[in-house]
């Protein structure tokens, strides 16, 4: 089965025996955004070819002048999967050698040194060779893998159905279903074995077929069903069928017994007004099954009322309240504590500020850094924290909305908010934690700024006796 190239880069394999050559080309392709792969030999290439799907292949012509290029027939179209433009890399242009590379299947030719201008023309002319071919493998009548009907094939049969049935409530229904996670097979074992898998998956369909179902493949392990004069009720219902029936069946492939399960999409004729937009439909279904956990059917529509009701900007945080937002308070100060106390607390927890409460612990006000850090080491134990706390502070209910928290912190040049429970602080709100939500967490979000040693030192558990003791064993004879 041919692959569509798409948008990705092309995936290219270089096969040749000189070393120089296949690093020269890595380089090169890599520079210019080519994914690249390599092989010395056939046996690596065609492994290659198996597991990775390369779109063009340049290979060596010393490979043929050993007479292997009967072998590098492998990479020819009958014994591959198709879609795969083949060049032979040739030091001189040799008449019987280039006629035994075309009867092989060898698309064209590169002679050396690589003039590198001319190699990029010639992949712009592979990749329109294999987008034709693409092409014109879609609109044939079948698949070559499965031997279901073509996704133009099928489209023109539910165009017929569609024009034929005109006027009546129930024109047809159609069914969109895909593998779940089949690529995860390609990657572990090639290829071969996804497309095996296909296949086989492709022959159970054909004995759950009851009626007049019209069966179609629409590439990338996707299929398709049509039940003309079906309701999305019964179309439904023919999906679960199936559905249970492929979770339900052992599949042999290559030796290994594969257990797997699908996701399906219907949509009616009365959602739609062609039979075009029929079949984007139930795609579209079959996407919000995919997103529903996978393995399951799910009719288009069925969920349309919630997923509108859930992004609506009314509705969004509509049950977020100001504690599912805070940072919980675990440190507190008291107002009559010296100001030292507060400074080794602020630098503890590295806090922007810290709630001060009275003996029953309400909220007094805040003690915060910025204040804090203006105060002169000797008044530490001087100063109290009551002549250097902020009683102008915004506080918030634990039930508070989050539609007013956002509203406060646009309107207010306050950074930060409390949130009290019976008058009592716990926790805190700032301007910057909100902000932060609407960011997506990447791996790296939470990093420290500074890389951590390349040794073990970070490891070692510090000794924490008193510095005088410390003083004494050091001092200590060995």
């Known amino acids: 089965m041919l692959r569509a190239i798409g948008p990705q880069p092309l995936k290219i394999l270089v096969v040749t025996e000189d070393r120089a050559l296949e690093r020269q080309l890595s380089h090169f392709f890599d520079m210019m955004g080519y994914e690249v792969l390599q092989a010395a030999d ?7 070819v198996e597991a990775e799907s390369p779109h063009i292949v340049l290979i060596g012509s010393e ?10 027939g492998l990479l020819s179209d009958g014994q591959t999967s198709g879609g795969l433009f083949k060049f032979l890399v040739v030091e001189e242009p040799d008449e019987n050698l280039i006629q035994e590379a075309l ?13 590198y201008g001319e190699l990029l023309s010639r992949l712009r002319v592979a990749a329109r060779v294999l987008e034709f071919d693409r092409r014109v493998a879609q609109q044939g009548q079948v698949d070559p893998l499965t031997g279901l009907v073509s996704r133009s094939a099928f489209v023109s049969q539910l165009r017929s159905q569609w024009m034929e049935q005109a006027g009546t409530s129930r024109r047809a229904a159609c069914i969109v279903g895909d593998i779940d996670f089949s690529s ?17 998956v492709t022959q159970e369909l054909n004995h759950l077929r009851v009626g007049s179902e019209v069966l179609g493949c629409l590439g990338a392990d996707r299929f398709c069903a049509m039940l003309p004069g079906a309701s999305d009720t019964a179309a439904a219902e023919w999906a679960e069928h199936v559905r249970q029936a492929l979770a339900a069946a052992k599949f042999k492939v ?12 219907v949509a009616g004729c009365d959602a739609a007004d062609s039979a075009e937009q029929l079949l984007n439909l139930a795609t579209q279904a079959l996407q919000c099954a995919k997103a529903s956990g ?4 799910v009719r288009y529509g069925e969920f349309g009322a919630d997923a509108r009701e859930l992004i609506a900007p009314a509705k969004l945080f509509d049950a977020t309240v100001a504690r599912g937002v805070m940072t919980p308070c675990t440190v507190f100060l008291q107002s009559d504590e010296p100001v030292g106390q507060a400074v080794s607390l602020l630098h503890q927890t590295r806090l922007g500020a810290i709630p001060v409460v009275d003996a029953e612990g309400k909220l007094l006000g805040l003690c915060e850094q910025e204040r804090v850090i203006t105060v002169d080491e000797s008044q530490y134990s001087t100063q109290r924290v009551r002549d250097l706390m902020t009683t102008d502070v915004q506080s918030f209910g634990d039930q508070e909305e989050f539609a007013s928290l956002l509203d406060f912190f646009t309107r207010d040049e306050r950074s930060l908010a409390v949130v009290v429970e019976a008058e009592r602080p716990v926790g805190l709100i700032t301007c910057n934690s909100l902000l932060a939500m609407s960011k997506p967490v990447t791996t790296a979000s939470l990093a420290p700024e500074s890389q951590y040693s390349d040794t073990s030192e970070y490891l070692m558990v510090p000794d924490l006796r008193p510095l005088e003791t410390e003083q ?5 004879p060995a």
Not at 103 to 115: M, N, Q, R, T, Y
Not at 254 to 265: D, E, N, P, V
Not at 472 to 476: D, E
């Open 254 to 265: 290559h030796g290994t017994t594969w257990q797997i399960t699908a996701s399906f999409g």
């Open 42 to 48: 056939t046996q690596v290439a065609l492994a290659a």
């Open 472 to 476: 004494a064993v050091c001092g200590a």
């Open 294 to 297: 996978r393995n399951c059917v």
């Open 184 to 200: 995860r097979i390609g990657r572990l074992h090639g290829a071969a074995a996804r497309e095996a898998l296909l296949l086989a």
């Open 63 to 72: 490979l043929g002048a050993r007479a292997d290029l009967a072998r590098c």
């Open 103 to 115: 009867e092989e299947g060898i698309d064209d030719f590169l002679h050396k040194p690589i003039d």
